[in-house]
C-alpha cells in the first residue's frame, strides 16, 4: 500500500508539473497564429512563430539531451522554463512593438524550452517500474485535460487585456504560467543516475545491456516504426491544429468558436490517456498505432463534410484521438528499443526526427491553407498514413514469423 502511494505522488507531481506546461502550449498554438496575423508582412506568414516554436524545439533536443545526462533531469527542466520565461518576455515586448522579426525569434526561444520540458514524459515513464510505463505515460498524457480548458480560456482572457496591442496580454500570461512551471519542477523528485533501472540494476552489469553501435538502430525495424508513428502523427497533427484558426476566421468563425474547436481538439487528445495505457498492454503498441491510423483517416472524411462549427469540431477531436493512440503506441514502441545505457541518444534521435517533420508541416500549415483552402489540407494526410499503416503491417508480419 505504501509503494502504491508513493508512486500516486511521484506521478501526481510529475502530472500537475505538465499540465501547467500544457496550459502554456495549448495557449501558444491557439493564439499565436491570429497574433502573428496583426503584425506580420503577409497573411502566408502567420504560422511562422509556430514553426519557430518547433524549430526551436528541434534545435534544443540534443543540447537539452546532454545537459540533463551530465547534470540530471532537474536541472535541465529548471535551465529550460527560464530559457523559457525569456522568449515569454521577449514575445511580450515584441508584440507591444509590433516587431513580427522579434515575435518569431520569441517563439524560436520558447521552443528551445520545450526540447528540455518535452523530456518530462521519458523522466516519467523511468521512475516506475518497467510494467507501469504506460501507465506513466497516461498520467502525463491526462494532464493535457485541464490545459484544454485553462490554456484557450488563458488565450481568450488575455486577447483584449491590453486594447491598444491585441494578444499582448496572452504572453503576460504565458510569463506567469511559466514562472508557476519552474516552482513546480523544484518539487519533482530527483532520480538517481539511472531512474529507469531500478528494476534492473542486476541486469546493468550484463554485458546484453551494453550499448550497441549505431548501425544496429538504424537496421532496427521496431525503432523505425515507433518513429515514424510518432512524427508523422505528431507533424499532421501540428499542421492542421495550427492551421485550424486561420481556416476557421477565413470561413466567418470568430475566435471564441477556433477556441472552442481547440478545447474539444485537446480532449480529444488527452482523454483517451485514461484507457490507452491499457490498450497497449492488450493490444501491443504496433496494433494501438494501426488504430490510431484509423481514427486519422476518419478526421479527413470529417473535415471534408464542411466549413460548419460541427464538421470542424469533429475533426479535431478525431485528429486527437488518432494522435494520442498513435503517439502513445509509437512512444511505447520506443522504449522497447533500447538498453538504459542508449536511451540518450536514442531518445534525442527520435525526438529530432520527430520535430523536423513537425518544422515541415507547421511552416507549410499557413501557407497550404492560404493557397489550397481547409479542405484540401485535410487530404495531405492520406498518403502519409498509408505509407506508415503498410510499415506497421510489415513489422507486425515480420516479427511473428520469427516467433
Not at 44 to 62: D, H, Q, Y
Not at 187 to 211: G, H, M, Q, Y
Not at 313 to 325: H, P, Y
Amino acid at each position: 500500500m505504501k509503494k502504491i502511494i508513493n508512486k500516486l505522488q511521484v506521478l501526481g507531481i510529475f502530472s500537475i508539473t505538465q499540465t501547467v506546461f500544457q496550459i502554456g502550449t495549448v495557449m501558444i498554438m491557439a493564439v499565436s497564429a491570429l497574433a502573428g496575423q496583426t503584425i506580420a508582412p503577409s497573411p502566408e506568414s502567420a504560422s511562422l512563430p509556430i514553426s519557430f516554436v518547433v524549430l526551436g524545439t528541434l534545435i534544443g533536443l540534443v543540447p537539452a539531451s546532454r545537459l540533463m545526462k551530465w547534470k540530471g533531469s532537474k536541472f535541465g527542466l529548471l535551465t529550460g522554463t527560464l530559457i523559457g520565461i525569456f522568449g515569454a518576455i521577449l514575445a511580450s515586448y515584441s508584440m507591444y512593438e509590433k516587431n513580427f522579426i522579434l515575435f518569431s525569434i520569441a517563439h524560436l526561444l520558447y521552443g528551445f524550452h520545450q526540447a528540455f520540458v518535452q523530456y518530462l514524459r521519458f523522466v516519467a515513464m523511468e521512475s516506475v517500474p518497467t510494467h507501469d510505463r504506460a501507465n506513466a505515460l497516461s498520467w502525463i498524457l491526462v494532464a493535457g485535460i485541464p490545459a484544454a480548458f485553462l490554456g484557450p480560456l488563458a488565450g481568450l482572457q488575455g486577447k483584449e487585456l491590453f486594447p491598444n496591442s491585441l494578444y499582448l496580454g496572452c504572453y503576460l500570461i504565458l510569463i506567469s504560467s511559466l514562472c508557476l512551471q519552474f516552482f513546480f519542477i523544484l518539487f519533482l523528485p530527483t532520480p538517481n543516475k539511472d531512474i529507469s533501472n531500478s528494476s534492473n540494476d542486476n541486469l546493468e552489469l550484463s554485458p546484453r545491456l551494453v550499448a550497441r553501435s549505431f548501425s544496429y538502430h538504424i537496421q532496427n525495424l521496431g525503432l523505425w516504426v515507433s518513429i515514424l508513428a510518432t512524427a508523422f502523427s505528431f507533424g499532421l497533427m501540428a499542421m492542421l491544429m495550427s492551421a485550424v484558426p486561420v481556416a476557421m476566421k477565413s470561413h466567418g468563425h470568430e475566435m471564441h468558436a477556433s477556441t472552442k474547436v481547440l478545447q474539444w481538439h485537446v480532449l480529444g487528445m488527452y482523454i483517451p490517456s485514461f484507457f490507452s495505457g491499457q490498450l497497449v498492454r492488450k493490444m501491443t503498441a504496433p496494433y494501438l498505432i494501426l488504430l490510431g491510423i484509423l481514427v486519422m483517416g476518419l478526421e479527413s472524411f470529417a473535415a471534408l463534410q464542411g466549413t460548419d462549427f460541427l464538421p470542424f469540431a469533429l475533426a479535431l477531436i478525431l485528429l486527437g484521438i488518432g494522435w494520442n493512440f498513435m503517439y502513445v503506441g509509437g512512444t511505447n514502441l520506443l522504449v522497447e528499443q533500447y538498453h538504459p545505457s542508449e536511451k540518450n541518444t536514442i531518445q534525442a534521435v527520435n525526438d529530432t526526427i520527430v520535430y523536423s517533420f513537425a518544422i515541415l508541416s507547421t511552416y507549410s500549415a499557413g501557407y497550404l491553407e492560404h493557397k489550397i483552402g481547409w479542405l484540401s489540407l485535410n487530404l495531405v494526410s492520406i498518403p502519409f498514413l498509408v505509407f506508415v499503416a503498410i510499415f506497421t503491417i510489415y513489422y507486425i508480419q515480420t516479427k511473428q514469423q520469427r516467433k
